[in-house]
Every structure is written in C-alpha cells, then in structure tokens.
C-alpha cells in the first residue's frame, strides 16, 4: 500500500512563506514524478508545479517565481516552498507521485493539507 503523507500547511499571513512536505512510503520513488495540486472551496483541482524524475519543473503562471518545488530521492520526500503567499494562495494543497510506463499509468495522491493565507 503506497501512502503520501503531507504536512507544513498552516495559517499564514499574506507575504508570508511555508514549506509543504510530502513523504513517500515506496522503493521505487527515483522513478515516479511529484506533483502538487491544489483545490479551493468551490473550484476544481489544479495543478500547481511538477518536478519529473530527472528534476525537470514546472509551475502553473499563477506562482512562478514564488513557489519551489524539490525532491529529496535519499528520503523518498518531495517538498512545495511557497514564498510571497497570497490570500488566493488559500487551498487544500494535494501531493501525487505519477509514474507512466509502456503499458501503464500508476499515480498515488496524499490526504491533502490545508494553507490558508490571511490577508
């Protein structure tokens, strides 16, 4: 059973900056792209930044600049650093690991952890 288990999200205030962490409990975490994902009230699941297995990013437009993300393959943990968060920042932010081969698509999602930013 793979588990992701995120945490660091917190109440903040605008300007303010946290770290999300995402622990994977898989051997084979090297191979599997991390993506974290986020969804406010009323709105649909976006994507918010991707880092591939050979360290490729991307962000959505909405962070660029302001959002980091890492991964730490020797502790199979993928990290989100937001910096400069904004009141539309507030979501419950998702961690998911995706890995595609010839014949299949295996993808694993956390629980979700809360930011929200004051403003």
């Known amino acids: 059973q793979v588990q992701l288990v995120e945490s660091g999200g917190a109440l903040v205030q605008s300007g303010g900056s946290l770290t999300l962490s995402c622990v994977v409990s898989i051997s084979t975490f090297s191979m599997y792209a991390v993506g974290w994902y986020r969804q406010a009230p009323g709105k649909q699941r976006e994507a918010v930044a991707v880092i591939s297995s050979s360290d490729h990013t991307n962000y959505v437009d909405s962070v660029k600049g302001r959002f980091t993300i890492t991964r730490d393959n020797a502790n199979n943990t993928g990290y989100l650093l937001m910096n400069s968060l904004k009141p539309e920042d507030t979501a419950v932010y998702y961690c998911?690991?995706?890995?595609?081969?010839?014949?299949?698509?295996?993808?694993?999602w956390g629980q979700g952890t809360q930011v929200t930013v004051s403003s």
């Open positions: 998911q690991i995706k890995r595609t081969s010839k014949y299949e698509t295996y993808e694993y």
